[in-house]
């Protein structure tokens, strides 16, 4: 069976300061991994995925995320927070194996950027 | 840009109501999903849908039921409302992509439903 793990319910930063975000994922494949960040009262917006290839996925608004198979995490960083990127946080994995095409979901990191 | 928009942000029912949620999406995608969002839960899959008047049952899907019969657009149904139902409705869409690559979900804004 597929899962996606987010260990940490909320991360607080500074702005400024460097951010991580956790994810880990099980698949019995090769995964597909994402992150997508959700603001008040909004759908997911997609940040990045990784498929295959490079292991350091660079995304939108500076994001960017590193996959590394022997942990079997996909952590998202960002190298200096700013306050706007408070917001809910999802990690999501599909195995290439598993047949059905839809995304398994993390439940979610919040993030907060203080000023 | 893809869009998906979703028939109403806010809505209130009463327990025991039929209740239709709409989705449409504009990118001609063959996959469209229904999700919902509780706090602590994150995202659970109720229904997905391979193409037109194809679904597939996911985590969640008792007390459910959806239909496409347009490829643009996926409802999702309520057939007789429960309080426990209360919660945020996502809707996504996906084309297909070609080789070996898995395209991004995108997403409506959400239905937020409060079942009384």
């Known amino acids: 069976a597929q899962s996606v793990a987010q260990p940490e319910d909320q991360v607080n930063v500074a702005e400024g300061n460097p951010l991580t975000v956790k994810c880990t994922y099980s698949v019995s494949g090769n995964p597909y991994l994402f992150w997508y960040v959700q603001y008040p009262n909004r759908g997911l917006q997609f940040l990045l995925k990784y498929i295959t290839g490079d292991n350091l996925v660079k995304g939108s608004y500076g994001f960017e995320a590193e996959f590394n198979k022997s942990q079997t995490s996909f952590h998202l960083k960002k190298p200096s927070a700013l306050v706007s990127d408070s917001a809910l946080y999802f990690c999501a994995v599909r195995d290439d194996e598993q047949a059905g095409t839809a995304l398994i979901f993390g439940k979610g990191t919040t993030l907060s950027v203080s000023s | 840009d893809v869009k998906v928009t979703q028939s109403s942000r806010y809505l209130v029912k009463r327990t025991g109501e039929k209740v239709f949620l709409e989705c449409v999406q504009d990118m001609d995608h063959e996959n469209m999903f229904w999700y919902r969002q509780d706090p602590g839960l994150g995202l659970r899959l109720i229904y997905f849908?391979?193409?037109?008047?194809?679904?597939e049952k996911g985590d969640i899907p008792e007390g459910y039921s959806v239909s496409r019969e347009k490829k643009e657009r996926f409802s999702l149904i309520l057939e007789s409302a429960s309080t426990n139902q209360t919660s945020m409705y996502l809707c996504a869409s996906r084309g297909l992509a070609s080789g070996i690559s898995y395209n991004e979900q995108f997403f409506g804004p959400g239905t937020r439903l409060t079942v009384l």
């Open positions: 849908s391979y193409d037109v008047k194809m679904k």
